[in-house]
């Protein structure tokens, strides 16, 4: 049994700035071993611990999608000490990557439903890998519609612009981005908050089920929203990515409860929640 403690070996093999800010940063990396790629089987919605010796370790959400071979992504936000290291490092340089850890989204439940996906500032990676999951040509017959509202600050905080153009252009899934305000008169989106918007985009939740992931304050607006919109606990899955720590319930600083986030999350249906203490 492998130790949980001890990190995977990788190389940093690209760094891409998302945002105007330059304060959020996607990283790709590769297994130095081979084997270890396969050993790091993952499903969306898990996160992991970056590791940089010397300095310490940090919970991050996988941005990448397991169809998506050769390497694990991460979208980091520079907050603290150890994610402003990494986004000094550079393509090459070798650090440690520990998990899989937590759950992930209940998939087996949502085949042959219709996925409503709401996202908020930088937490929209383990969504974006959900997307990326879902789309896949061996994946996308499982599921119904697939609609996404999608929301940032401004457009220059917008994460995977690229992406998020390429999917406005398919006909198998349904883009709302928003941002909270603009100056800019070329932009062709919607502009409101994420809660507004959902209930304006979001029709029907029949046969449907929410997955959410954001800033607090995002999901404990949306939340309410989805529950007029007819979803019923159940079916609002609500990721909280913020109580990650350790990854592996030993700290004790991510429980909610007798809930450790970081093992028995992140992902837990609202109907869970509403049995839990109201600290999230």
């Not at 998990?99 to 439940?109: A, I, M, T």
Request: with cysteine.
């Amino acid at each position: 049994m492998k130790n949980a403690y001890l990190p995977y070996p990788v190389r940093i093999d690209k760094i891409t700035t998302e945002t105007v800010d330059r304060n959020l940063k996607t990283f790709r990396f590769v297994f130095l071993n081979p084997e270890d790629e396969e050993k790091f089987s993952y499903t969306p919605g898990q996160f992991a611990e970056l590791s940089i010796p010397g300095k310490g370790e940090i919970p991050i959400g996988i941005a990448s999608s397991p169809t998506e071979k050769g390497f694990v992504a991460f979208t980091v936000n520079k907050v603290g000490l150890v994610s402003s290291y990494l986004h000094n490092m550079q393509e090459g340089e070798i650090m440690g990557i520990r998990g899989p850890l937590g759950n992930w989204y209940p998939w087996e439940e949502m085949e042959g439903q219709n996925v409503v996906i709401v996202g908020g500032g930088f937490a929209f990676t383990t969504l974006r890998s959900s997307i990326v999951y879902m789309l896949d040509p061996q994946n996308r017959p499982k599921f119904k519609d697939i609609i996404v509202v999608y929301g940032a600050r401004n457009p220059g905080m917008l994460l995977y612009r690229d992406e998020l153009a390429a999917w406005e252009q398919r006909d198998d899934i349904h883009m709302h981005i928003t941002v909270d305000g603009t100056d800019d008169p070329d932009w062709k989106y919607n502009v409101g908050f994420v809660p507004s918007i959902t209930e304006a985009k979001i029709t029907s939740a029949e046969d449907a089920i929410a997955i959410v992931c954001g800033p607090p304050i995002m999901i404990k607006f949306t939340q309410p929203v989805l529950e007029k919109l007819g979803f019923p606990p159940e079916k609002i899955i609500l990721s909280l990515e913020m109580r990650m720590k350790c990854g592996i319930g030993i700290c004790g600083r991510c429980n909610i409860g007798d809930q450790y986030v970081c093992k028995d999350g992140p992902v837990f249906p609202l109907a869970k929640l509403k049995k839990m203490p109201p600290e999230y």
